[in-house]
């Protein structure tokens, strides 16, 4: 799996980008195309203008054309264009032969003799036209008049671009959706494949926290099988609360289990009341004491908050308080020193839990509330747990209106501050 992975991922790119590779050159191949069919148009509506000029100029001058050296003749020794036409005549050839050849563009022209005098001009037609004109000699090859037609079509610079628009917005389109599935199937792909290490990791954790009691309980029963443990009452007494307490151990860890599932298919039901904050953080604050003073720790509540009762669930609620502290009992490498404030946030009961633990960098501290996400402990060998207590803590406080948030630093503790609406 791990030498697939990355596999499909260069697999991908090279396709995606092979793709656009294509799709841009087909892009510059179509503009190249339509560049050479535009300027294949104005020569055709050029040549188009010459003839009928000259086939007009030998009707109205009555010659009779009988071969082709008869008409070069003609031509080469008499055609004029000042001599033979209108500006009218002029106006509506040009138009006409213009528009045949599928241009569309606004234009203006001039026709102007060997000594550059404008015999011609359309009213738009401004001097700086003639730097940049299309421009074609209607006098045939060594004719005794040499005059010239310059062409000037208003079309901005991106003329092609803009007759391809459709096309090219449409290819632009269709490769950032495919840019888009491919970001998209990547995403998927290390998603599920972080979703498979959580798996791996949640397997061995839950592995790990039940074979220890079911190893207890074990050698509980065994030691009350043995003929000198059944006779004493007082052992049978210790091995039964043994095995009790063990059996309690895992039926938690089985409920945190369900109890995660729960809140994910959002069957949780809240029993919303009116709660003394205060009371219940000295609750458990009580619960946990025996716990600090075994590692030697403290514990401070600085129950400042004038206004302390919370509209929640009692049970929740308390969950809340004792996932927080147990997160910092577990996280503290030496002595505990844990310290409980509360103040009022506007609305809101403020619960601020300080720890002097191990702290945490800025990218755990962005996962720490993921389901079965466990902060690496460095020297710390012991913590155990499923990775849910926090996620727990978040989206119970969301789900009583409240929220949680994180300060943390490697090695300068972690503090945890929780949000709860006020009656």
Same mark, same amino acid.
């Given at each position: 799996?791990?030498?697939?992975?990355?596999?499909?991922?260069?697999?991908?790119?090279?396709?995606?980008?092979?793709?656009?590779?294509?799709?841009?050159?087909?892009?510059?191949?179509?503009?190249?195309?339509?560049?050479?069919?535009?300027?294949?148009?104005?020569?055709?509506?050029?040549?188009?203008?010459?003839?009928?000029?000259?086939?007009?100029?030998?009707?109205?001058?009555?010659?009779?054309?009988?071969?082709?050296?008869?008409?070069?003749?003609?031509?080469?020794?008499?055609?004029?264009?000042?001599?033979?036409?209108?500006?009218?005549?002029?106006?509506?050839?040009?138009?006409?032969?213009?528009?045949?050849?599928?241009?569309?563009?606004?234009?203006?022209?001039?026709?102007?003799?060997?000594?550059?005098?404008?015999?011609?001009?359309?009213?738009?037609?401004?001097?700086?036209?003639?730097?940049?004109?299309?421009?074609?000699?209607?006098?045939?090859?060594?004719?005794?008049?040499?005059?010239?037609?310059?062409?000037?079509?208003?079309?901005?610079?991106?003329?092609?671009?803009?007759?391809?628009?459709?096309?090219?917005?449409?290819?632009?389109?269709?490769?950032?959706?495919?840019?888009?599935?491919?970001?998209?199937?990547?995403?998927?792909?290390?998603?599920?494949?972080?979703?498979?290490?959580?798996?791996?990791?949640? @397997?061995?954790?839950? !592995?790990?926290?039940?074979? #220890?009691? $079911? /190893?207890?309980?074990?050698?509980?029963?065994?030691?009350?099988? =043995?003929?000198?443990?059944?006779?004493?009452?007082?052992?049978?007494?210790?091995?039964?609360?043994?095995?009790?307490?063990?059996?309690?151990?895992?039926?938690?860890?089985?409920?945190?289990?369900?109890?995660?599932?729960?809140?994910?298919?959002?069957?949780?039901?809240?029993?919303?009341?009116?709660?003394?904050?205060?009371?219940?953080?000295?609750?458990?604050?009580?619960?946990?004491?025996?716990?600090?003073?075994?590692?030697?720790?403290?514990?401070?509540?600085?129950?400042?908050?004038?206004?302390?009762?919370?509209?929640?669930?009692?049970?929740?609620?308390?969950?809340?308080?004792?996932?927080?502290?147990?997160?910092?009992?577990?996280?503290?490498?030496?002595?505990?020193? @844990?310290?409980?404030? !509360?103040?009022?946030?506007? #609305?809101? $009961? /403020?619960?601020?839990?300080?720890?002097?633990?191990?702290?945490? =960098?800025?990218?755990?501290?962005?996962?720490?509330?993921?389901?079965?996400?466990?902060?690496?402990?460095?020297?710390?060998?012991?913590?155990?747990?499923?990775?849910?207590?926090?996620?727990?803590?978040?989206?119970?406080?969301?789900?009583?209106?409240?929220?949680?948030?994180?300060?943390?630093?490697?090695?300068?503790?972690?503090?945890?501050?929780?949000?709860?609406?006020?009656?």
């Amino acid at each position: 799996m791990k030498k697939v992975f990355p596999l499909i991922v260069v697999l991908i790119t090279l396709s995606v980008l092979g793709i656009i590779f294509i799709q841009m050159s087909w892009i510059r191949n179509a503009i190249d195309l339509r560049t050479q069919q535009h300027d294949q148009d104005i020569a055709t509506a050029v040549q188009r203008i010459k003839d009928e000029l000259y086939a007009k100029f030998l009707l109205n001058e009555g010659w009779i054309v009988t071969d082709e050296n008869s008409r070069t003749f003609f031509l080469q020794n008499y055609f004029s264009i000042q001599k033979g036409f209108t500006k009218t005549e002029i106006d509506d050839i040009i138009e006409q032969n213009i528009r045949k050849s599928n241009i569309r563009e606004e234009f203006d022209y001039a026709i102007i003799d060997i000594y550059r005098n404008p015999l011609f001009i359309s009213e738009g037609f401004r001097n700086e036209y003639f730097s940049t004109p299309i421009t074609t000699l209607l006098s045939p090859d060594n004719s005794l008049y040499r005059e010239t037609l310059y062409l000037y079509l208003h079309e901005d610079r991106n003329y092609i671009l803009r007759k391809m628009g459709w096309m090219i917005a449409g290819s632009i389109l269709f490769t950032t959706i495919i840019i888009s599935a491919f970001a998209l199937t990547v995403r998927t792909l290390f998603t599920q494949k972080k979703l498979s290490e959580v798996k791996s990791d949640f @397997i061995n954790n839950m !592995t790990h926290e039940l074979k #220890t009691p $079911l /190893a207890t309980i074990s050698l509980a029963i065994d030691a009350l099988t =043995n003929e000198k443990v059944i006779r004493d009452t007082e052992k049978i007494k210790y091995y039964s609360g043994m095995i009790k307490d063990e059996n309690k151990r895992m039926n938690k860890q089985v409920e945190k289990i369900l109890q995660a599932a729960r809140i994910e298919r959002q069957e949780i039901k809240l029993n919303l009341q009116h709660l003394n904050g205060h009371e219940i953080i000295r609750k458990v604050a009580d619960n946990l004491s025996l716990q600090i003073q075994d590692k030697q720790g403290s514990l401070t509540l600085k129950l400042a908050a004038q206004r302390h009762e919370v509209n929640a669930d009692e049970v929740h609620f308390s969950n809340i308080i004792f996932n927080l502290l147990d997160n910092a009992i577990k996280y503290s490498s030496d002595q505990p020193r @844990i310290e409980v404030e !509360t103040f009022n946030h506007g #609305t809101m $009961l /403020a619960i601020k839990v300080k720890d002097n633990g191990i702290g945490m =960098n800025k990218e755990t501290q962005a996962r720490i509330f993921e389901k079965f996400y466990r902060a690496h402990t460095g020297n710390l060998h012991n913590v155990k747990g499923f990775g849910l207590g926090l996620s727990y803590v978040k989206a119970m406080a969301e789900e009583h209106g409240g929220k949680v948030k994180v300060e943390s630093a490697p090695g300068k503790g972690s503090t945890f501050t929780v949000f709860f609406p006020l009656v």
